[in-house]
């Protein structure tokens, strides 16, 4: 078993205003974890956004804290932004174009994030 307190995972910044803390990833623990999943808590500062991107591995945001807008765009380009708050989830499927953006003039948003590990499973793997 492996215990921590995500104040003990330096947090990375990956964007303007977003940090990420990679709590589980591939190199955390032996082969015995397998290593399908990896959690990672971001904090998006106010005024700050993660762009419409995709990617392979599928993903569930949960809000922990603070109002977000996410967005996707369906396969027609059709953009559809969403409010969410403390307590609500949002499950991407592989490939789905996505983006969030904090609105708040003052209060950051705290979530966590669970992706799948694919193929070699090196998106499971901290960016350094």
């Given at each position: 078993?492996?215990?921590?307190?995500?104040?003990?995972?330096?947090p990375?910044e990956?964007g303007?205003?977003?940090t990420?803390r990679?709590?589980?990833?591939?190199?955390?623990?032996?082969d015995?974890?397998?290593?399908n999943?990896?959690l990672r808590?971001f904090?998006?500062a106010?005024?700050?956004?993660?762009?419409i991107?995709?990617?392979?591995f599928?993903?569930?945001?949960?809000i922990?804290s603070?109002?977000?807008?996410?967005?996707?765009?369906?396969?027609d380009?059709?953009?559809?932004?969403?409010k969410?708050?403390?307590?609500?989830?949002v499950y991407?499927?592989s490939?789905?174009?996505?983006g969030?953006?904090?609105?708040?003039?003052?209060t950051?948003?705290n979530?966590?994030?669970?992706?799948?590990c694919?193929?070699?499973k090196?998106n499971?793997?901290?960016?350094?």
């Amino acid at each position: 078993m492996i215990c921590k307190n995500y104040e003990d995972v330096e947090p990375v910044e990956v964007g303007k205003g977003v940090t990420v803390r990679w709590l589980t990833h591939k190199d955390l623990g032996g082969d015995e974890y397998l290593h399908n999943h990896a959690l990672r808590m971001f904090t998006i500062a106010p005024k700050s956004e993660v762009s419409i991107h995709n990617h392979e591995f599928t993903q569930i945001v949960y809000i922990l804290s603070g109002t977000l807008i996410f967005s996707v765009l369906s396969h027609d380009g059709t953009r559809k932004d969403r409010k969410v708050g403390p307590g609500d989830y949002v499950y991407t499927y592989s490939y789905e174009h996505h983006g969030i953006r904090n609105p708040s003039d003052s209060t950051p948003v705290n979530l966590l994030c669970c992706i799948d590990c694919v193929g070699d499973k090196e998106n499971c793997v901290p960016t350094r």
